[in-house]
């Protein structure tokens, strides 16, 4: 089995940083894309960044210029720094990452339990 856990949450004021962390362990070939995903309460799951193997990044308009995703391939670990927080950042961050088990192995996607991110005035 693979688990990936969050870390790096909390309470912080608007205008600030936090940088949030996502470990993958248990038998892993090669992890593909690891994604960052925030529900905020009563609005749907929105992907926030993701990043390949190779490191090309994608993010959302909304965080686009604030949030930089990072990954260690050694450490099977993604990083997602968040600055310039906003009231409307304010949402459950979970790691979404796509992992093949074995050289011949099918991929699967694994989730965290995520970790809250709540940015005051």
Same mark, same amino acid.
């Given at each position: 089995q693979v688990q990936l856990v969050e870390s790096g949450g909390g309470l912080?004021? &608007?205008?600030?940083?936090? @940088?949030?962390?996502c470990a993958a362990s248990g038998i892993i070939f090669r992890i593909n894309a690891m994604v960052w995903y925030r529900q905020a309460p009563g609005k749907q @799951?929105?992907?926030? &960044?993701?990043?390949?193997f190779g490191g090309t990044t994608t993010y959302a308009d909304s965080v686009e210029g604030r949030f930089t995703i990072s990954r260690d391939n050694a450490k099977n670990t993604v990083y997602l720094q968040m600055?310039?927080?906003?009231?409307?950042?304010?949402?459950?961050?979970?790691?979404?990452?796509?992992?093949? @088990?074995?050289a011949s192995g099918i @991929?699967?996607?694994?989730?965290?339990?995520?970790t809250q991110v709540t940015v005051s005035s």
């Open positions: 912080v004021q &608007a205008g600030g940083s936090l @940088r949030l962390s @799951r929105e992907l926030v &960044a993701s990043i390949t600055n310039s927080l906003k009231l409307e950042d304010t949402a459950l961050y979970y790691c979404n990452a796509n992992v093949q @088990r074995s @991929r699967n996607d694994y989730w965290g339990q995520g």
